[in-house]
T-cell receptor, first 113, second 115 residues
Framework: KAGVTQTPRYLIKTRGQQVTLSCSPI?????VSWYQQTPGQGLQFLFE???????NKGNFPGRFSGRQFSNSRSEMNVSTLELGDSALYLC????????????FGPGTRLTVT | AQSVTQPDIHITVSEGASLELRCNYS??????LFWYVQSPGQGLQLLLK??????LVQGIKGFEAEFKRSQSSFNLRKPSVHWSDAAEYFC?????????????FGKGTKLSVIP
């Protein structure tokens, strides 16, 4: 089975712009989660989707949003980018709708200048 | 609020030496527990997990971890470290049983291996 894929792998944006990141989960996995990783804050949960519904959201401003499609692929969007949004954004998927082990993609490295 | 503590930011061991990475969590019930490893510029790879049952769990790459309820700990061990084990290790808890559907991570322990 193919693993979790994320596109693009690297992205450079300017402050004020918006960005959309994509995640394709492992085939058969219907839960997709997003995490932000920075040197200062570590790994922080952004949100989780299951069957196109957001079930949980982390403590991030409304500029961060996401969605999930009927094929379980997910996108996250960050509007009005700030320098502090520079991070590695990781997507994870799981087959278990009640939680459990998550499988991570390689991440998208976002740099905001 | 639940939290995960990895008290060691950086550990250096010699190749062939044993390794123990510490992890403590703060939560009223027993959550699902995980250890992940991350090589530079890469995503996270699952090493092992604990859901219930036997408190000593085996993982990939020769790693094992022991869950101790009385100490709220889930320490990762390896009897003999290889140079390729150099990476950053993250302990995580999953409170999905309580309806949170998210992983809470520790800050990570960076492992350096001396040849």
């Amino acid at each position: 089975k193919a693993g979790v894929t994320q596109t693009p792998r690297y992205l450079i944006k300017t402050r004020g712009q918006q960005v959309t990141l994509s995640c394709s989960p492992i085939s058969g996995h219907r839960s997709v989660s997003w995490y932000q990783q920075t040197p200062g804050q570590g790994l922080q949960f952004l949100f989780e989707y299951f069957s196109e519904t957001q079930r949980n959201k982390g403590n991030f401003p409304g500029r961060f949003s996401g969605r999930q499609f009927s094929n379980s692929r997910s996108e996250m969007n960050v509007s009005t980018l700030e320098l502090g949004d520079s991070a590695l954004y990781l997507c994870a998927s799981t087959w278990d709708p009640s939680g459990g082990e998550q499988y991570f993609g390689p991440g998208t490295r976002l740099t905001v200048t | 609020a639940q939290s995960v503590t990895q008290p060691d930011i950086h550990i250096t061991v010699s190749e062939g030496a044993s390794l123990e990475l510490r992890c403590n969590y703060s939560y009223g019930a027993t959550p699902y527990l995980f250890w992940y490893v991350q090589s530079p510029g890469q995503g996270l790879q699952l090493l092992l997990k604990y859901f219930s049952g036997d408190t000593l769990v085996q993982g990939i790459k020769g790693f094992e971890a022991e869950f101790k309820r009385s100490q709220s700990s889930f320490n990762l061990r390896k009897p003999s470290v290889h140079w390729s084990d150099a990476a950053e290790y993250f302990c995580a808890v999953d409170l999905s049983g309580a309806g949170s559907y998210q992983l809470t991570f520790g800050k990570g322990t960076k492992l350096s291996v001396i040849p």
